[in-house]
């Protein structure tokens, strides 16, 4: 059973609890806020795809919590924010319960910033913050702690999911939570380079047609940043975080920090650059050396 809703939030409709699997304690009034439900306690179609989603990235997180939660106050970064629907899930569910726990939502549009901040006041939900920055400058921001205990990157555009690794590889981060999305850089280089590698090897057909080099592309890129995170200690699981019918973007990326740095991965890494065509990234993306990797 939940607890009496807050005022202003109508009990949700019969039903309506078994169909979203609302846990007890949870604020309807943070899924009104997040039009979840209605102003009259139904559901929000439009957003039934986005809160399944949701929901089951955070039964998947929360393991990972749970296994944090000893010890000092948990600390989580959340890399393209957008309207932070992870973030606040995450701290209804979760982080309200724990002293001293902190949620940092970190976005670009300043709008959605604002909104969110907004909404974290309005909720109570005092230690949530949120950041109009850029993944790549976060690593320095003053604002946030020198270590972050776990980070979050739910369809971070681009190379922000990269930005998003090296963040948590900066913070020495115990976890990460990966959802990738619209991996175009590495379809650049491979475009880029695409008569040289014909004349070279005959795998550049595998990229030879401009939709084969951007689904190439992506697929290339997930499997570099699994190495690059075994490369640095993490041990690592891909798996499908909800059903296609949901997501095209759909791998989910889970990484916990053993120490173990596997050598092996970064020779493979390396090798893989190479063979792709892709050693402009080497030094950059994942500061390998130009020569291989002994």
């Known amino acids: 059973?939940?607890?009496?809703?807050?005022?202003?939030?109508?009990?949700?409709?019969p039903g309506v609890e078994a169909q979203l699997g609302l846990r007890p304690g949870q604020s309807l009034t943070l899924l009104q806020e997040?039009?979840?439900?209605?102003?009259?306690?139904?559901?929000?179609?439009?957003?039934?795809?986005?809160?399944?989603?949701?929901?089951?990235?955070?039964?998947?997180?929360?393991p990972l919590l749970k296994e944090e939660q000893?010890?000092?106050p948990l600390t989580l970064a959340d890399h393209g924010a957008g309207k932070s629907y992870l973030g606040f899930i995450l701290y209804d569910l979760f982080f309200k319960a724990q002293a001293g726990s902190?949620?940092?939502g970190i976005e670009t549009r300043p709008e959605l910033v604002a909104a969110s901040q907004a909404l974290a006041q309005k909720l109570g939900f005092e230690r949530m913050h949120f950041l109009n920055i850029t993944a790549a400058d976060a690593a320095?921001?003053?604002?946030?702690?020198?270590?972050?205990?776990?980070?979050?990157?739910?369809?971070?555009?681009?190379?922000?999911?990269?930005?998003?690794?090296?963040?948590?590889?900066a913070k020495q981060a115990q976890a990460m939570v990966i959802v990738p999305c619209c991996q175009a850089e590495v379809a650049g280089v491979l475009r880029g380079g695409k008569a040289l590698a014909l004349a070279r090897t005959p795998l550049a057909e595998l990229w030879r047609h401009p939709l084969h080099t951007r689904e190439?592309?992506?697929?290339?890129?997930?499997?570099?940043r699994c190495l690059h995170l075994e490369a640095q200690g993490y041990q690592v699981t891909v798996t499908e975080l909800v059903g296609w019918?949901?997501?095209?973007?759909?791998?989910?990326?889970?990484?916990?920090?053993?120490?173990?740095?596997k050598h092996s991965a970064a020779q493979r890494?390396?090798?893989?650059?190479?063979?792709?065509?892709?050693?402009?990234l080497a030094a950059s993306r994942f500061g390998l050396p130009v020569e291989p990797v002994v």
């Open 34 to 62: 997040l039009h979840i439900l209605t102003r009259e306690g139904k559901i929000n179609q439009d957003s039934r795809r986005k809160l399944k989603q949701v929901y089951h990235l955070y039964q998947l997180i929360e």
């Open 216 to 224: 190439l592309g992506s697929q290339i890129t997930n499997v570099l």
């Open 1 to 13: 059973m939940t607890k009496p809703p807050k005022p202003g939030a109508s009990p949700p409709a």
């Open 102 to 104: 902190h949620i940092y």
């Open 140 to 169: 320095q921001a003053t604002q946030l702690p020198p270590r972050i205990r776990i980070i979050t990157a739910l369809h971070a555009c681009d190379t922000a999911t990269d930005d998003a690794i090296a963040f948590g590889l």
């Open 70 to 72: 000893g010890g000092e």
């Open 269 to 280: 890494l390396h090798s893989l650059l190479q063979e792709f065509g892709l050693m402009s």
């Open 245 to 261: 019918e949901h997501s095209l973007k759909n791998e989910l990326i889970m990484a916990r920090y053993t120490g173990q740095k």
